[in-house]
């Protein structure tokens, strides 16, 4: 019987691959505006489920887990600067989610 962990971290993985592999294009911006989370959030999110579990880890490992590469290097591959529009829209979207 597979465990549902197994599940879960296969989901996962397959989510990583698909926002840093196949789908470069999509902003951490664009992210945060239509789902309220981006990759950083991700890197958060598993820092602090290393450190609940009593494992050591500091913000640029935890990036480097989520983005498969120094968060530095992604970034200047990947990531453009936000139009207005898109700071427009990050600023509304804050406001309706609190």
Same mark, same amino acid.
């Given at each position: 019987?597979?465990?549902?962990?197994? =599940?879960?971290?296969?989901?996962f993985?397959? $989510? $990583?691959?698909?926002?840093n592999?196949?789908?470069?294009?999509?902003?951490?911006?664009? =992210?945060?505006?239509?789902?309220? %989370?981006?990759?950083?959030c991700l890197a958060? /999110?598993?820092?602090?489920?290393? $450190?609940e *579990?009593? $494992?050591?880890?500091?913000r640029?490992?935890?990036?480097e887990?989520?983005?498969?590469?120094? %968060?530095?290097? /992604?970034?200047?591959?990947?990531?453009?600067?936000a139009?207005?529009?898109?700071?427009? *829209? %990050?600023?509304? *979207?804050?406001?309706?989610?609190?």
């Open positions: 019987m597979v465990d549902t962990v197994e =599940l879960e971290a296969a989901a993985r397959r $989510l $990583l691959r698909h926002l592999q196949e789908r470069t294009d999509v902003q951490n911006i664009d =992210l945060m505006i239509l789902a309220g %989370f981006c990759r950083n958060d /999110w598993y820092r602090e489920a290393a $450190l *579990a009593g $494992l050591e880890m500091d640029e490992q935890a990036r887990a989520i983005y498969g590469m120094p %968060f530095a290097e /992604w970034k200047a591959r990947h990531q453009r600067e139009t207005p529009e898109q700071l427009a *829209a %990050f600023e509304a *979207a804050r406001k309706r989610h609190g």
